[in-house]
């Protein structure tokens, strides 16, 4: 198995139906935009993640890891 090291950044995330809360990982060393104009990802790994319902603001779940879509991102925000 092939290890990359990645570095973890915090993020919000929103979707057109959930506000996500966590730590994204990318290439050590790289910044969030690079990993965002990758095209060799579908999915990105986001780990101690919250999501909210993005109208109410409740929070449904908490998850370890959430693969998320690109496509269905809305908006990125980096803490």
Known sequence: MVYTDK???????????????????????SRLTDALNSKAKEFFAITQA?????????????????????SAISVIIPL
């Open 7 to 29: 570095d973890r950044v915090r993020v919000i995330v929103a979707t057109p139906v959930y506000r996500i809360e966590g730590d994204m990982h990318v290439l050590k060393d």
């Open 50 to 70: 919250q999501v909210f319902d993005l109208q109410t603001a409740e929070l449904l779940y908490e998850a370890e890891y959430v693969a998320l879509n690109r």
